[in-house]
């Protein structure tokens, strides 16, 4: 008697705390894309799949590559975390402050160790931010940010 | 008091006896007759008896017991024992653990459609940038706009006049 009670107060732990764990976490995809056009593009990255079309409207461009990349999961809402490429760097902070609107951010994009932009924003579960960055030979560099 | 048939019946069976048999006898008003037909029926008696046997029956225990059984649920009185004597209802402890078991199950059920919600899951509310500014001194004639797509369901800052890079800057 006395081990069954045990064992069903163990089952409702783990699936409370199970429960508040996979609601209290999330992802944040970040990456660093370099869109141009190519005589035969190739396709995009699992990633980009669904924004592939959003990206053609916006940009024009017919191929868009992955060059550095980071997926965080937010456990307190308040960490950092780095996503970069060989000479890019994108530094994102979370910053205290988030609700049910989404988390709050503050984002710096780094030429080796020169600050070329930093914005802050309210990232919104599955409503991505898309960045668009310097020019890079023919091609453009673009920075998008989304709470999967 | 005897009706009348009662008294022919018993008379007829020969169970009149003393006073009875002889004041019915006197009520006759032809006892010859009487004599005749008490005969008469006697040997139709006998004749029935001995062509008419009383048929053995093959099953009597079955039969016994099953008017037992009916006759034990006719007369029970509900109470919380059933008739061999076990309890009807469940004992209190029995049902806590069912309970506790049904809870459970629901917990576990609605853990996992929870845990199951589609990926396609959105905020309501689009992504929002709260501010932007790029280094003067880099990009001095640098501007930035931002652009919220309901359609799209994305958030866009756009850059323009930011320094050129050349192409070796896209490597990985």
């Not at chain 2, 008469?40 to 001995?50: C, I, P, R, Y």
């Not at chain 2, 099953?59 to 009916?70: A, D, I, P, V, Y």
């Not at chain 2, 396609?120 to 509310?125: E, L």
């Amino acid at each position: 008697m006395q081990r069954r009670s045990v064992l069903l107060l163990g089952l409702w732990l783990a699936l409370i705390f199970g429960g508040v764990q996979a609601r209290g976490s999330e992802t944040v995809w970040s990456g660093l894309v370099i869109a141009n056009n190519a005589p035969k593009p190739e396709p995009v990255s699992s990633e980009l799949t669904y924004l592939e079309e959003t990206l053609k409207d916006w940009f024009g461009y017919n191929q868009y590559k992955v060059i550095g990349q980071s997926q965080k999961v937010l456990v307190t809402g308040s960490e950092d975390w780095l996503a970069q490429s060989k000479y890019f760097s994108l530094h994102i902070d979370s910053k205290e402050g988030n609700d049910k609107t989404g988390y709050r951010v503050k984002l710096k994009l780094f030429q080796e160790s020169n600050l070329l932009l930093e914005w802050e924003a309210k990232l919104s579960k599955g409503r991505p931010i898309i960045v668009k960055g310097p020019q890079v030979g023919d091609g453009q560099l673009l920075l998008l940010l989304v709470v999967q | 008091m005897k009706t009348f048939e009662e008294k022919w019946t018993a008379w007829i069976d020969g169970q009149l006896t003393g006073h009875d048999l002889a004041e019915f006898e006197a009520s006759l008003p032809d006892l010859a007759a009487a004599e005749a037909e008490k005969r008469e029926a006697q040997t139709l008696g006998a004749f029935l008896k001995e062509h008419l046997p009383c048929r053995a029956m093959g099953n009597e225990e079955f039969f016994s017991h099953q008017l037992r059984e009916k006759i034990a649920s006719d007369t029970a009185v509900p109470t919380s024992q059933s008739a061999d004597g076990g309890r009807v209802w469940w004992p209190i402890g029995r049902l806590v653990w069912v309970g506790a078991t049904a809870l459970a199950l629901f917990s576990a059920v609605t853990f996992f459609v929870v845990r199951e919600k589609p990926a396609t899951d959105q905020s309501q509310y689009l992504s929002q940038i709260l501010n932007a500014r790029v280094d003067p001194v880099v990009s001095p004639n640098a501007t930035i706009t931002m652009f919220e797509s309901k359609e799209d369901k994305v958030t866009v800052l756009w850059t323009e006049g930011l320094r050129s890079l050349p192409s070796e800057y896209a490597s990985k």
